[in-house]
């Protein structure tokens, strides 16, 4: 029996159902029609992303959207890595993942946003709904550092260069300090657990860490940490910056909430089912309860995640994000610096007395300023290729201390400058002059060109066709 589809049909636009025909093959990703896959971003084990999404991703729009359109609906655990692949191989319909990551996939794929989480938080014995977080820089309470600037020649801890909240919230909040996060810090690791970092801040072993919001908190309520072992700095929260957001920070960006996007082959009227049958949940629904969430809202703008990763280099030439992967090759460097061979950046911390320790991805000072060739525009440099750098020119010299070029006493360098140039002046002129004779006794060479008799060949015997001028011809 053949599959039947039905159509629907407004002014110039067409919508299609899947077939209703079991297992029949959808062209466009060579799966199956009626089993919509949804990737989520997953930090931990693919346990513990089931725990908290399968019963909103795969039981309630199977139970609620799946029978309009005759489609399951399946969660499947992605990684900062497989993320890109699994669309690049349309293995996925859907994906939820962190703002970040979404800015990516719109940028690069033309993902579409369906609706934005509306966290749930509890302070305390109250709740609080949230659209968006923060980064906080924070140090153990004891320390002496108190200011965000105090980071240069400490240790750092984030979780990855691909994370947000925990690294690129902080990242591009220091870029506007004019603080480079790589190289100021005297090693700055990567733990790829947040709750790792905040453990390694109480314990000493790092000197700063970096972490979203609500993190630290959440810690504290289950009784992981005691409250209080942790400072952040300037900490922005009570202020005009966002009155109401009820947790400690110290980022001024804000990163909206995570996204669930659909990817250019998956149905329009799929996925307008999808974003209405989620904004129907409730904080007492069973998936919300195992999200740990409130509901769900209208897409939030993704503006802000596009200008920090301009801001922070993680777009190349070709348009694409920078991807997770060999840790070199995510090293980006602020504008006016360079990256250092991936040698030098592997050896980077052992050079230093900062040895890594195990388990941890570390990095200290990957990049180097660029050498400015035209000097800054100083007067009497020049820049010497075999030293590398800018010096004062001939008859000039730099004081110690001093960031100027003086003449030298006695050199006399004006009246030098000028015998030179009215040297060459001289010599440019004879050479002129030189072409100049050279072509007109040319041409006056050609006026009387004389060949040697015996450079001419005649016939046997020799024909007189005349006599001219100068003789028989």
């Avoid at 609906?73 to 993320?83: A, C, E, S």
């Avoid at 300037?234 to 110290?250: A, I, K, R, V």
């Avoid at 804000?254 to 129907?280: G, H, Y």
Wanted: net charge negative; glycine share 8%.
């Amino acid at each position: 029996m053949e599959g039947c589809y039905f159509q629907e049909s407004t002014l110039s636009t067409s919508f299609v159902r899947y077939p209703v025909i079991e297992n029949a093959i959808n062209p466009d990703t060579n799966r199956a029609y009626n089993e919509i896959v949804i990737g989520g971003l997953g930090f931990q084990d693919e346990g513990t992303l089931y725990a908290q999404w399968n019963d909103t991703f795969s039981a309630y729009l199977s139970e609620v959207v799946g029978p309009k359109f005759g489609v399951t609906f399946k969660l499947v655990n992605l990684n900062f890595i497989t993320t890109y692949k699994a669309v690049e191989r349309r293995e996925v319909d859907m994906v939820y993942t962190n703002p970040s990551v979404y800015a990516c996939l719109e940028r690069e794929y033309s993902a579409t946003p369906i609706v934005s989480l509306r966290n749930r938080r509890k302070v305390g014995t109250k709740f609080y709904e949230l659209d968006h977080f923060y980064g906080t820089i924070f140090v153990k309470t004891n320390s002496s550092i108190t200011k965000i600037s105090e980071i240069e020649n400490k240790v750092v801890e984030a979780v990855s260069l691909i994370g947000l909240g925990a690294c690129q919230l902080q990242w591009v909040e220091l870029s506007s300090r004019g603080i480079s996060f790589l190289s100021a810090p005297r090693q700055v690791r990567f733990a790829f657990s947040q709750k790792k970092i905040v453990k390694d801040v109480i314990s000493g072993a790092v000197d700063v860490g970096m972490v979203r919001t609500d993190l630290a908190e959440a810690m504290v309520s289950d009784g992981e940490i005691e409250p209080g072992l942790i400072r952040v700095l300037e900490n922005l929260q009570g202020t005009s910056h966002d009155p109401g957001f009820p947790f400690p920070y110290s980022t001024r960006l804000a990163a909206p909430e995570w996204t669930l996007a659909a990817l250019p082959w998956t149905s329009w009227n799929l996925t307008k089912a999808v974003s209405q049958a989620l904004m129907d949940i409730t904080p007492a629904h069973q998936a919300a309860v195992s999200g740990m969430y409130a509901t769900w809202v209208a897409p939030l703008s993704s503006l802000g995640m596009h200008q920090m990763q301009a801001e922070l280099n993680l777009i190349d030439g070709d348009d694409k994000c920078v991807r997770a992967g060999d840790f070199c090759e995510t090293v980006v460097c602020p504008t006016g610096q360079l990256k250092k061979s991936c040698a030098e950046i592997e050896a980077g911390c052992e050079l230093v007395n900062e040895p890594c320790p195990e388990g941890y991805t570390c990095v200290c000072d990957p990049c180097h300023p660029l050498v400015d060739k035209t000097c800054g525009g100083r007067e009497h440099f020049e820049f010497v290729e075999k030293e590398g750098k800018c010096v004062c020119r001939f008859g000039y010299e730099q004081p110690p201390g001093e960031s100027v070029c003086v003449e030298v006493a006695g050199s006399n360098s004006s009246t030098t400058v000028i015998v030179v140039v009215s040297a060459l002046t001289f010599a440019a002129l004879a050479v002129v002059a030189g072409a100049w004779a050279y072509r007109t006794n040319g041409h006056r060479r050609d006026d009387s060109w004389k060949i040697s008799l015996s450079e001419l060949k005649f016939p046997e015997p020799s024909v007189v066709l005349g006599r001219g001028t100068y003789g028989q011809v």
